[in-house]
């Protein structure tokens, strides 16, 4: 008795490591999407400012350029700047979560969506959730769910038609997103880690939960998800 006391342990210990090993893994990753998209984009921009007003500085000092540079450009790339600074911030977290709440903020992100959209997509969604009903932890959550899933359709199956749903229904929130694009292998996908779908479950099963995913190539996809509330509360 007292060995497979010693032996659950010894394996609860091994699982906690491996635990704690995955989320340094997801932390190190974060975090180094956050410094290739503070030099790919911000740095990028600082650096064709920092030209720009060389040149203006060249021409002030009576020195002609092959081109005129006005004040306004340096406004665009600034303003630019500033954009793609709230961009990275959003995308991190948005604070508008702990002011206007998860279904407003994930409407707001499926608008943006749709008009970033490079050709035309029939894109529905529909959320439906009763704030006060969502714990606050969970709503990162969510938001994070429909961040990475938009983010995989859009990098990956070309599709012209796409459904979101995010809604509260018999003690439980339930996310479902389909589309019709090119669809893939879901074992390949799962033994690759690929599209993303790791990093959705492991989502998922934070508080509980469960995601399944269905698709075949040229067969379109639907993502399916949903978290017991009651089990969130405690």
Known sequence: MRKETEDLLTLSEKKLRMLAQKLIYRHEKERERISKELHDSIGSSL??????M????????????????????ILDMLNSIVDDTRRISKDLRPTALEHLGVASVVQSFCEDFQKSCSEPVSFKYDVELIEENIPEDMKLLLFRVVREGLANVSKHSSAGGIRLSLRETDG????????????????????????????MKEIAEYFGGDLHVLSEPERGTRIHAQWPLQACKY
């Open 54 to 73: 060389e040149r203006k500085l060249r021409e002030i000092g009576g020195k002609t350029c092959e081109k005129e540079t006005g004040l306004d450009e």
């Open 47 to 52: 650096i064709a400012v920092r030209y720009v």
């Open 172 to 199: 439980r929130v339930v996310f479902e997103l389909e589309d019709n694009g090119r669809g893939f292998d879901v074992e390949t996908a799962w033994m690759n880690s690929g599209l993303g779908l790791e990093i």
